[in-house]
């Protein structure tokens, strides 16, 4: 795979990294430009392409890899973390980028999700969240609303939905941002953020299905809503919202309230995901619609060790420490005996 970066110096564009196989997502899926914006984010990161892996689980989500000209994994259901820990382990030089769903993550491979997130090792985890299982036709995923109509749920569903956020900020992620399907300036810029950082990064997509949960973020993401019900999340600058940007936030007794700016002294919470105590990340990640605004963009990004750095450092003093330089030797040391 080797490309023209490598031969000669010309820069990569999004056509190198669109393979030749049809895209088959339903018309109007988000899906579209969470692959459009992959595929340019990919021109602009210095690794070769051949360095570069996609990673994907089971579901509508895991089809991008089939879709990126790049070396790619198409795992088993929910597991394509654990097989995205692996190959970084392996190569911690690869660019790795793990694609799943809500249901693909969420549910099956939650508990990969968690680790990889408590490890801290150096993968960017996209997450497709259309909050319903769309490949296998309709049914509840733990992102699911409480009271949505689904196939599993008819009635209604009746079960606490998980605040993707909340799980990685609180599993130990140090970096997770969410951003809208709708926005694709917004989109590109978290990925590059992403691939960037060193550790685990986590980007919930807002993404809508138009099949069987159509609509389900129109009132955070549509044009003339989200002024009121998103607030866009900026490094050292005061958290507003609304159309004149009008109201803000502050905390009050340790929880975030909203404010009119003109009626509080001080102004609004000013945000720095740089903040190593995650108590305010994970908060901000909490707010909902209605109650709240939801925030989009990076509420959390904080340096640290990766865990690949941690495992090949232990296992290169460990080669230092020993006297052995091979398994063979190992065998042969002490005490043998032969058998005749």
């Known amino acids: 795979m080797e490309t023209d970066i490598a031969k000669n110096g010309t820069p990569l564009t999004v056509k190198d990294f669109k393979s030749d196989q049809s895209v088959r997502w339903c018309p109007g899926c988000g899906d579209y430009m969470i692959l459009a914006m992959m595929q340019k984010a990919l021109t602009n990161m210095s690794p070769k392409k051949e360095n570069t892996l996609c990673v994907s689980g089971i579901g509508c989500s895991s089809r991008i890899t089939y879709y990126m000209d790049t070396y790619g994994i198409h ?19 690869l660019n790795v980028w793990t694609f799943t769903g809500d249901g693909d993550c969420m549910a099956i491979g939650g508990n990969h999700f968690i680790h990889a997130c408590r490890r801290n090792i150096d993968l960017n985890i996209v997450i497709f969240n259309n909050k319903i299982y769309g490949m296998t036709k309709g049914q509840s995923s733990p992102t699911t609303p409480e009271g949505l109509k689904t196939k599993t749920a008819p009635e209604g569903s009746y079960e606490n939905p998980f605040n993707i956020g ?75 919202f609304g159309k004149e940007k009008e109201k803000g936030l502050k905390i009050d007794r340790m929880r975030i309230k909203k404010i009119a700016i003109e009626d509080e002294i001080g102004g609004s919470l000013v945000h720095d995901a740089e903040d190593p ?20 963009g990076v509420i959390r990004k904080v340096a640290t060790k990766s865990f690949e750095e941690n495992v090949h450092g232990a296992i290169k003093a460990a080669k230092e420490r020993s006297s052995f330089n091979t398994a063979s030797d190992l065998f042969r040391s002490g005490n043998t005996w032969e058998v005749n």
């Open 166 to 240: 909340e799980i990685a900020i609180g599993a130990g992620a140090t970096f997770f941002a969410r951003v809208p399907d709708n926005n694709p300036k917004m989109m590109e810029d978290v990925m590059m953020q992403a691939y960037n950082h060193k550790g685990t990064s986590v980007i919930e997509v807002l993404q809508n299905c138009v099949i069987f949960t159509d609509g389900i973020h129109e009132q955070i993401t549509g044009k003339d809503t989200k002024d009121e019900n998103q607030v866009i999340l900026e490094q050292g600058k005061p958290i507003l």
């Open 277 to 296: 105590d995650a108590l305010l990340h994970i908060a901000l990640a909490n707010m909902q619609y209605p109650d709240f605004p939801v925030a989009m």
């Open 75 to 93: 795992s088993i259901h929910g597991r394509a973390i654990a097989v995205s820990t692996g190959a970084k382990l392996a190569n911690p030089d």
